[in-house]
């Protein structure tokens, strides 16, 4: 197997072949991954970006280099929705794997007003509902302003913190990062170290809402200069807090530890 496609609705991905090892991220449905090698179960894959690591190999279904490539070619939407249910495509009931989580890019075209067909790598075929997705357009770069970004991440408010997680199940804090920017068709990184190269650097005394704030092994979003929302280990999930000393929810830690700012949004 050198290339396959994602089965179930979220897919660990291990820093080792090992379920107790480190969870580096997490994988949507559908999504197509180049295969390097296979050790007890487990495979080695890597995503589009080059972010790579194990996943169980019970979840994958093997699919042709050409198949690979038409998918990526074909993703035209998203799921905006916290889930989607998903459906047969004969008999309209729900099926495996029920439902799609907020983030998860799609192959879709109309079947009616109701329905819209998901076409996956593997030739299978689901239904969802066109109100639980959005399309993206990865040939037209959409305007994206800081608080579009911040609106959408502040729908997340209260969700748990997870190690490598990048969905409302659970976020750490450069997946919230990511996976919110997808929404708008926005590419970005996996991990903290690499999200501080994008966009341009502003000074902390010119930070603006949506910014990214960086701190050690941190990055959250800025709400005006004052504020952050971030996931939070700390905090236990995604929470505003504040950065100025004498403003409730104050973070010292984070005033202390701050490190520069980066502009993405226009």
């Known amino acids: 197997m050198k290339y396959a496609c994602v089965t179930t609705n979220l897919l660990d991905l291990w820093a080792e072949p090992r379920f107790e090892s480190e969870r580096r991220s997490q994988i949507f449905f559908g999504e197509v991954l180049k295969v390097e090698k296979e ?10 970006d080059g972010y790579s690591g194990w996943v169980d190999g019970r979840f994958l279904s093997s699919i042709s280099e050409s198949a690979y490539q038409e998918h990526t070619d074909g993703i035209n939407s998203i799921v905006s929705a916290p ?3 998903v459906f047969d495509t004969d008999t309209r009931q729900p099926k495996a794997p029920y439902v799609l989580y907020y ?19 593997d030739k299978s075929s689901l239904l969802i509902k066109p109100r639980h997705i959005r399309p993206i357009n990865k040939n037209k770069k959409e305007t994206v302003t800081g608080s579009m970004v911040v609106t959408e991440a502040q729908r997340f408010l209260g969700v ?14 450069s997946g919230l990062v990511r996976t919110v920017f997808s929404r708008f068709g926005v590419y970005m990184p996996r991990d903290t170290k690499d999200q501080i190269s994008m966009g341009e650097r502003v000074e902390r005394d010119c930070i603006k809402t949506g910014d990214l704030l960086f701190f050690r092994r941190h990055v959250g979003l800025s709400v005006g200069r004052t504020h952050i929302i971030h ?17 409730p929810d104050y973070r010292e830690d984070l005033d202390r530890d701050f490190m520069q700012a980066r502009r993405v949004t226009t």
């Open 39 to 48: 050790q007890k179960g487990f495979y080695h894959v890597r995503q589009s």
């Open 103 to 121: 983030g998860t890019t799609l192959w879709v075209e109309p079947v009616d007003t109701n329905l819209a067909r998901i076409f996956l790598a």
């Open 231 to 247: 996931a939070s280990r700390g905090g236990g999930g995604v929470r505003i807090n504040a950065l100025v000393a004498g403003l």
């Open 160 to 173: 748990p913190y997870l190690w490598g997680g990048v969905t409302v199940t659970g976020f750490d804090c």
């Open 83 to 85: 889930t989607g249910r």
